[in-house]
Every structure is written in structure tokens, then in C-alpha cells.
């Protein structure tokens, strides 16, 4: 089955520093057709959107929630078929399990996502 693999999420105290990693397994993508997302899905809550950056045959550019705004930045190496996601100055309701995404109007592919746990 062709997915996302995300990697490097963990336990990280309040105001500390974790970056995600998210490649494809078995397939290629040439990324810079796709738009990628990241969305987080806490204990109790429904699935949020984190960030969405257009392709990069598009514009490019890259919208965040206010509640992550200047702390998270998503990137992606599209020769290494990877994405990204930095997030500086974590708090404990950055606490959740963390999915990427990358999508067309034909294609769409999901990480099966990985836990981030902010707490001192």
C-alpha cells in the first residue's frame, strides 16, 4: 500500500525543539506537483489542520493555525521525497498525533501518524 511514513516524533519538555520527518515507502512522489499538509489529532478532539503549503509549481506558499504561527515551519527536499515539519517552543497542547499528507486533485496520500508529547 502505497503511504506516507512519518518518523522523529517523541517526548519533548515545554519550550523544547522537534522535527518530523515524512517520506514515502515503497514509491516515489515528485513533490513539487503536491500540496502538503500536517494536521494533528489530540486525545478526546477532532483532527486539526497544522499547515498547508501549495505546491511548488504553484506558489509555493505555506499557511499555518494561528495556534502554531512562528513556532512551526514546514518544508519539503523534493529530490529525497521527504517533507518536513519544525516545531520550535513547544507547549503542552502541542501534545497529539501528528499526520502528513500530500495531495493533488488526484492523488492524496496520508501518513499513519506519530506521536509528540510535550510535557515536563
Known amino acids: 500500500q502505497e503511504q506516507l511514513v512519518e518518523s522523529g516524533g517523541g517526548e519533548v519538555q515545554p519550550g523544547g525543539s522537534l522535527t518530523i520527518t515524512c517520506a514515502t515507502s515503497g514509491f516515489t512522489l515528485d513533490l513539487k506537483y503536491y500540496a502538503i499538509g500536517w494536521f494533528r489529532q489530540a486525545p478526546g478532539k477532532e483532527r486539526e489542520g497544522v499547515s498547508c503549503m501549495m505546491s511548488t509549481v504553484g506558489d509555493g506558499t505555506a499557511y499555518y493555525a494561528d495556534s502554531v504561527k512562528g513556532r512551526f515551519t514546514s518544508s519539503r527536499a523534493s529530490a529525497a521525497n521527504t517533507i518536513y515539519l519544525q516545531m520550535n517552543n513547544l507547549k503542552p497542547e502541542d501534545t497529539a498525533v501528528y499526520f502528513c499528507?500530500?495531495?493533488?486533485?488526484?492523488?492524496?496520500?496520508w501518513g499513519q501518524g506519530i506521536q509528540v508529547t510535550v510535557s515536563s
Open positions: 499528507r500530500a495531495y493533488t486533485a488526484s492523488y492524496d496520500y
